[in-house]
């Protein structure tokens, strides 16, 4: 995009973020106070009541994230402002994650947990922070906390462009049945329901999914994610005890080259390699104490994991291998222990109000995890196969003190080790690696002033680097190639302006600017179906928000978020940042009381990206409604139908260019862009009661 064009940008989000404030606040004046989601502390995510500290922090209700059509679990995440969650394999896969210019793969610089635990999973077969979301029962959600940015103490790996928090719900006023049937062989059955026991609450909750998909070869997935959980109290004075069990099984059409289509050998929802898929496992317990008192809160959270993952890909066809083709296992067997313990202390020092937290975060993974080369899921040989222990120790510390009613300043800091050893089936690539990193946070807030704050945010962050990519010495594939390592730990550096206007519960908007520096950029490859460490870059962007509930049956929402990604060192290939996000849009409404009718739509808008660093191929902009119409009968009994892709739009769900060969192609194969197609119109009926 030119310069003159972004500064356009620029002026006309700025206009409409600042421009609209006083139209609005006239005319909300005589409505009555409403209780909506609002984007204020993060009490319950985090064990405090910690003050909304940038522009680009916020909260979103349970309500708002149910009342939102998705065709998938993770789609969820989508709540956060300026967050596209997608897919470019099989429903069983990690879905792909952008955020703020990245291109997040599947979870490599934006850190998500569940109910305390942390979803990402360093030095993973699949690529580094993957983070598997389709364990996850959207209706227990009872609220989603995000953040962006490296400004905040408590979040440590995989958190520069962003975090979200994931809260369940301790227990129900009534229980749920329900069933839903829909388009290409979509069925899923819900019960969930809670009942006293002793001085507590228990709440059990079993989802079956079923789905072929229209691909032409069917997706065949077979997914069951159950919940147990026992709690006393609340969240912010009480106990929990957690079980979470999940199975998964699937057959994927991977992304598919243009040409391959154009050609005539396969349509839109065609497979090169039908033997493509995997299963995945995921078993965890966790455990939550908490205690708030007059002058401290105080959290302590545990938990234990056990996942396990094999995936079959064949992104290339024939290009390394022209006798059986190029499909790989990647496997992943892990155990993972962990404890994150919180305190905070309100206070005051001499007359000003002062709120100090500290913290201690650990884990340790202990991983199987192996690369061989397939035909047909059949194994032909074994690339590398690896057992990793990794283990993570963080501190953190911060403070917030209240100078006036009109000025706040926040101060901390982090600091983590990390130490990993790696016993390969190449002697070479065995090792033992460690480090650490210090990450300094700061924030002021101004205001409010006519109900408008200014904040002003900066800090350091970083990522971890596959343990494996820390020891290698020499290339797995042949054993002799020398490779260089990479870092173990990689720093990042962001700074961010922003204001916030609130009117009540009425009207909220905010407005940002950042940049944000990493010493070492994570990329996808598309042709080895993994992330690398690689050049150093910079983005600096800007997002508007905003949501507006005008009656207490209507609520709207907008947002529309712009960055410009470049890598900062000089190379012949280039400076665009490949896969990285430009322009991000969404908006939408719903409608409707607790009885009667409800609905709602929503447009969500991916622009166009690189896909290859000196921007000569480009993937097309992706636009895509959803919508949703329904009645609620006030015994309890509900009836909804969703219709996903409302404009049966031809687009793609995610782009990459790289090199392939199909048969009786050149054996050096032909470079085009890769797409994994968007789902044609669907439409799902749900049908659920309480009881």
């Known amino acids: 995009m030119a310069a003159g064009k972004r500064r356009g940008l620029i002026r006309l989000a700025a206009g409409i973020a600042l421009g609209v404030l006083p139209v609005v606040a006239t005319a909300q004046t005589a409505l009555p106070e409403i209780t909506v989601s609002a984007e204020r502390s993060s009490e319950g995510s985090t064990g405090g009541t910690v003050p909304v500290a940038s522009a680009s922090q916020g909260e979103v209700s349970a309500q708002e994230v149910q009342a939102r059509p998705i065709t998938r679990p993770g789609e969820a995440l989508e709540v956060v402002p300026g967050l596209i969650v997608t897919q470019h394999s099989g429903e069983g896969k990690a879905n792909q994650y952008f955020l703020r210019g990245f291109n997040l793969d599947h979870g490599t610089d934006i850190a998500i ?19 598997d979301l389709n ?20 979040e440590g790996d995989f958190a520069s462009a962003g975090s979200v928090r994931i809260g369940y719900v301790d227990r129900l006023d009534r229980g749920l049945a329900q069933v839903s ?16 026991v002793g001085e507590g609450h228990l709440l059990a909750a079993i989802d079956v999914n079923l789905y072929r998909g ?65 299963n995945a496992n995921r078993f965890s317990l966790s455990g939550r104490w908490s205690r708030t008192e007059a002058d ?30 190029d499909q790989f296992r990647q496997s992943d067997l892990r155990t993972v222990l962990g404890i994150n313990a919180s305190h905070t202390w309100f206070g005051r020092l001499g007359s000003i109000p002062m709120e100090t937290k500290v913290g201690l975060q650990a884990r340790h993974d202990d991983i199987r995890v192996g690369l061989e080369r397939t035909e047909a899921r059949s194994a032909l040989s074994v690339v590398r196969d690896d057992r990793v222990r990794e283990t993570s120790v963080g501190f953190f510390a911060e403070n917030t003190l209240r100078w006036t009613p009109w000025l706040r ?31 300094p946070k700061a924030g002021l807030v101004l205001g409010p002033f006519w109900n408008t704050e200014l904040f002003l945010n900066a800090g350091h962050g970083f990522h971890s680097n596959d343990a494996r990519g820390a020891t290698i010495t020499v290339d797995p594939t042949d054993k002799v190639t020398p ?36 010493a070492s950029e994570n990329l996808f490859v598309g042709d080895a179906g993994t992330t690398e460490a690689s050049r150093p870059s910079r983005r600096v962007g800007v997002e508007w928000t905003a949501r507006w509930r005008p009656t207490p049956w209507l609520s709207l929402d907008a947002e529309i978020a712009y960055a410009r990604a470049r890598f900062t060192d000089t190379d012949p290939a280039g400076r665009y940042v490949p896969g990285a996000p430009e322009l991000v849009a969404a908006a939408g409404f719903t409608i409707g009381h607790q009885t009667g009718w409800f609905g709602g739509a929503r447009l969500r808008f991916f622009g166009s990206r690189p896909l290859i660093e000196d921007n000569s191929a480009r993937s097309p902009a ?39 060969r199909l048969q009786g192609e050149p054996l050096g194969g032909v470079a085009d862009r890769h797409f994994k197609p968007a789902e044609p119109r669907a439409a799902r009926l749900t049908v659920a009661g309480r009881f």
Request: aromatic share 12%; hydrophobic share 40%.
């Open 135 to 154: 364990f996850l029962i959207p209706e227990l959600i009872g609220g989603v906390w995000y953040r962006k940015g490296p400004y905040y103490a408590e």
């Open 622 to 660: 992706t636009a895509l409604v959803n919508g949703r119409i329904g009645y609620r009968f006030d015994n309890g009994v509900s009836v909804q139908l969703d219709v996903l892709n409302l404009l049966n739009a031809q687009t793609s769900q995610i782009d990459y260019y790289y090199r392939s």
């Open 113 to 131: 947990h569940v109910d305390g635990m942390p979803v990402n999973m360093r030095s993973h077969g699949h690529g580094q922070g993957y983070a």
């Open 483 to 518: 490779l260089a390592s990479v870092p173990l730990l990689v720093k990042s550096r962001g700074a961010e302006v922003g204001l916030r206007y609130r009117q009540g519960n009425v009207f909220d908007t905010s407005f940002a600017v950042f940049v944000l520096d990493f």
């Open 214 to 278: 229209p691909w032409a070869v069917s997706d065949d997935v077979r997914k069951v994610s159950t919940v147990l959980r026992y709690s006393q109290g609340t969240e912010a004075n009480g106990i929990s005890l957690t079980g979470m069990a999940y199975l998964n099984r699937w057959t994927s059409t991977d992304q598919i080259p243009v040409r391959a289509i154009a050609s005539g050998q396969i349509n839109r929802y065609g497979s090169l390699d039908p033997t493509d898929g995997g």
């Open 296 to 325: 401290s809160a105080t959290r302590i959270e545990a938990y234990a994991i056990r996942s396990g993952l094999n995936l079959w890909n064949n992104f290339t066809y024939f290009l390394d291998n022209p006798v059986n083709g």
């Open 181 to 196: 049937m829909g388009s290409f062989g979509m069925w899923r059955g819900l019960v969930a329901a809670s009942r006293p």
């Open 409 to 439: 300043t926040t101060l901390g800091a982090r600091v983590d080790w990390y130490g990993a050893s790696v016993l390969s089936d190449t002697a070479a690539n065995s090792g033992r690696v460690q480090a650490a990193i210090t990450s």
